[in-house]
């Protein structure tokens, strides 16, 4: 167990919809990754969370969307979806400073659009 | 063209064997290289990091980057059947703004 918790763990909803998927991160971490790992693209970056301000944005769609609020849990927003956004999405923290090399990934959750 | 690049595998070996995985890539502005392991239906997690290139070892696994060819390495001595999953190289640069992984290679190592 990482310490990271999601929430929920599966979710299946219909094209055009919109989700927000949760993160907590472990005690004491400030920074939360987000993540989707799917067959076809594999693992995917999406935005990084460091204390409540966005520090770094990678392969995210514009239709997605993520917040860090003051306790440090995060949620990543989903709209408009479309079948091909199925995949597991991942939520991983890491410690201030040098211990950011470490990222902590949590359970995932799977993300069926129908 | 990917920016990493990764063999899927799979990879079969029997207990005991010299497991060498392998990614490239084309971006000569990454430094830092991770190898992550991850089992079915659960999260990566990370096994060795390296900035820059050279080797680093840790207990039955040696990391090897070479910046110059733009190849890195994951080696497994003595491999255990606790061994198979899913073994995934991660490169970035300074920051995460360009943070890649590769497809990942599955592992299966045989009693």
């Known amino acids: 167990d990482s310490g990271v918790t999601q929430t929920p763990k599966h979710l299946i909803t219909a094209t055009g919809q919109r989700v927000t998927l949760r993160c907590s991160p472990r005690?004491?971490?400030?920074?939360v990754y987000w993540y989707q790992q799917s067959l076809d693209q594999g693992l995917q970056f999406l935005i990084q969370?460091?204390?409540?301000?966005?520090?770094a944005k990678g392969n995210i769609l514009e239709r997605f969307s993520a917040q860090q609020f003051p306790d440090l849990h995060s949620e990543l927003n989903l709209s408009s979806l479309e079948l091909g956004d199925s995949a597991l999405y991942f939520c991983?923290?890491?410690?201030?400073?040098?211990?950011?090399?470490?990222?902590?990934f949590g359970p995932g959750t799977r993300l069926t659009v129908t | 063209q990917k920016e990493v690049e990764q063999d899927p595998g799979p990879l079969s070996v029997p207990e005991g064997a010299i497991v060498s995985l392998n990614c490239t890539y084309s971006?000569?502005?990454?430094?830092?290289f991770m190898w992550y392991r991850q089992y079915s239906r659960k999260g990566p997690e990370l096994l060795m990091y390296?900035?820059?290139?050279g080797n680093k070892e840790d207990g039955r696994f040696t990391a090897q980057v070479d910046k110059s060819s733009k190849y890195i390495s994951l080696f497994i001595r003595d491999s255990q059947p606790s061994d198979s999953a899913t073994y995934l190289c991660?490169?970035?640069?300074?920051?995460?703004?360009?943070?890649?992984f590769g497809s990942g290679t599955k592992l299966n190592v045989k009693p």
């Open positions: 005690s004491g971490d400030l920074s």
């Open positions: 969370y460091y204390n409540g301000e966005e520090r």
């Open positions: 390296t900035y820059s290139s």
């Open positions: 991660a490169m970035r640069g300074n920051n995460f703004n360009k943070f890649y």
């Open positions: 971006n000569s502005a990454f430094q830092y």
């Open positions: 991983a923290s890491s410690a201030p400073g040098l211990g950011s090399r470490e990222q902590y």
